[in-house]
């Protein structure tokens, strides 16, 4: 009987410890909505709070701001790339409202570098007259591309599908973005400047649909080619090195890891620079596991795969360099940085040919090459075809700045389209051993312009544009990053870098404008009538 007493207090006492405990959080719930209900129903506004003596700085409205963001901050530490990507839809909403609150406040919109140095002359040179046999691609004008209605991700051209077009409508309406990229090459550039289709094609390398991943042939390092439903393509560069990492100074050129981050700021650096000949490029975050792992068809590639210590995913594929267990690729947990850069019409529809550069370097680690032993060495290239006439040096030697300024040694071979012969633009692909230094400046890298001692008229305007303060470079650049998806790219020191570095290619045609006799020889006639 005692015993049976004792049990029956101890459940009774649990009944009720449960009890209190259930009514301690009700309480608390009522107190959490009881006060923005009333708030809502009294329209309990700032004005309403200092009314009853509230002040604007106190606590009670301070709070809920306070404790958002102690909650991000609890973290913010774990995984910058992860939590930086959850974020990415929301963050052109959310840009969108602080645009408009500068604008309320202010009563105008805040100035963009960017868009009053694309508004200014020097931008707005017309190139020569496109005609048919300057376009890259002649195009059937009645052909139709559309997807099966029936939810596939088949194109079909109009032979399969309805050639009826809605009213206003064009055939050329109906391509993908990828596809008006490749139709848009011509003679004189990749594309235009004020090109409508741009953002547009970036946001499809940024969140298209990946379907198909498989590895790239060739290379030192592990690239992979990603397909999209609508049949577009990207190569995909992988995150290898954190923002603030700087190549060792022992470190040779040629074996040194491609940054992903480098390809996003150099396709942005080459716009800036009023250059347009590297194809579009966008940062994105993949799933190692959904977005490669689990739709490759490539049996080498997937065998690579891991689980780490860690319990992340990793792969390192089949290269030449850092294609190995220890130096694999590792998501968080299967998370990755990466830069899809847009590819360029398959070489089967339009050939390219690739150049190897006359400054090409040695490659080996104690031979020199020729151009490092011969101060003269220009001369020579200046008598050799295709540098013997027409821009072609020029074009290098532009090629040469945009290398300089982001400190790529790798410059070994450069491509043109074959279509065009050699009076077209030179092709800036592969740039990921860009900005790897920013703490010190390579200077071998402008020989070209050391030696020639000429560059076009129309590039030393634009330089010594950039260099002034309305249109400083890293100031234009930075607003150019702050649109993609991983953004920050660069760190502040290699933005500040670009600027000490333009100085020094200004400082070189200096050079070369005070010791020459004609200085029509230095800077080249590239605009004539057509300012």
Not at 61 to 78: N, T, V, Y
Not at 80 to 106: D, F, M
Not at 132 to 146: G, H, I, T, W, Y
Not at 236 to 260: L, V
Request: some cysteine.
């Amino acid at each position: 009987m005692r015993r049976r007493l004792q049990t029956l207090f101890q459940r009774k006492f649990r009944v009720s410890l449960l009890f209190l405990l259930f009514l301690a959080l009700l309480v608390h719930l009522v107190m959490d909505l009881a006060l923005p209900a009333a708030c809502r129903h009294c329209g309990c506004n700032m004005k309403a709070l200092k009314a009853f003596g509230v002040p604007s700085g106190s606590p009670v409205l301070a709070g809920p701001k306070k404790l958002s963001l102690r909650i991000l901050q609890d973290f913010s530490g774990s995984n910058s790339s992860l939590e930086k990507s959850s974020q990415l839809q929301g963050r052109a909403g959310e840009l969108g409202q602080q645009h408009q609150h500068r604008e309320g406040n202010t009563g105008h919109t805040e100035r963009s570098k960017l868009e009053a140095l694309f508004k200014h002359p020097l931008y707005n040179i017309p190139i020569p007259a496109v005609t048919e046999k300057d376009k890259l691609f002649v195009v059937n004008p009645m052909e139709k591309f559309s997807l099966h209605s029936s939810g596939s991700d088949e194109w079909v051209s109009s032979s399969k599908a309805e050639t009826l077009l809605p009213t206003g409508k064009t055939a050329y309406d109906t391509y993908p973005a990828w596809l008006k990229f490749h139709v848009g090459i011509n003679r004189y550039e990749l594309y235009p400047r004020r090109d409508p289709l741009m953002p547009t094609l970036l946001r499809d390398l940024a969140t298209q649909r990946i379907v198909s991943s498989v590895q790239k042939s060739g290379g030192t390092q592990l690239k992979l080619i990603m397909t999209f439903p609508n049949y577009g393509q990207a190569l995909f560069k992988p995150m290898k090195q954190t923002r603030d990492q700087e190549t060792p100074i022992d470190f040779f050129y040629f074996s040194d890891f491609e940054r992903h981050n480098a390809e996003i700021a150099a396709f942005h650096l080459d716009r800036i620079l009023d250059f347009r000949r590297i194809p579009p490029v966008s940062g994105r975050l993949v799933n190692i596991t959904k977005e490669i792992r689990d739709i490759t068809t490539d049996k080498k590639l997937a065998k690579t795969f891991f689980i780490s210590p860690a319990g992340n995913v990793c792969f390192y594929g089949e290269c030449s360099y850092y294609c190995s267990t220890e130096h694999a690729l590792c998501g968080k947990p299967d998370q990755l940085e990466g830069s899809m850069a847009a590819l360029l019409p398959d070489k089967t529809l339009a050939k390219r040919r690739s150049w190897r550069s006359p400054w090409c370097r040695s490659y080996h680690k104690s031979k020199k090459a020729e151009w490092e032993l011969n101060p003269k060495y220009c001369a020579q290239v200046r008598e050799t075809p295709p540098y013997d006439r027409g821009h072609r040096l020029l074009d290098l030697i532009d090629m040469t700045v945009l290398d300089f300024l982001m400190g790529n040694m790798d410059r070994h071979h450069y491509e043109t389209f074959e279509k065009f012969g050699n009076d077209t633009f030179l092709l800036h692909l592969d740039n990921g051993r860009g900005f790897g230094t920013h703490s010190r400046d390579e200077l071998s890298i402008l020989a070209p312009l050391q030696q020639c001692c000429s560059i076009k008229k129309s590039t030393y305007l634009r330089l010594q544009l950039l260099a002034t303060p309305s249109y400083r470079l890293s100031d234009l650049l930075r607003e150019a990053l702050a649109t993609d998806p991983l953004a920050p790219i660069l760190t502040e020191p290699h933005l500040h870098a670009l600027d000490r570095r333009l100085g020094k290619v200004l400082a070189a045609v200096g050079h070369c404008l005070a010791g020459a006799a004609h200085p029509d020889k230095v800077l080249v006639d590239d605009m004539g009538s057509r300012v």
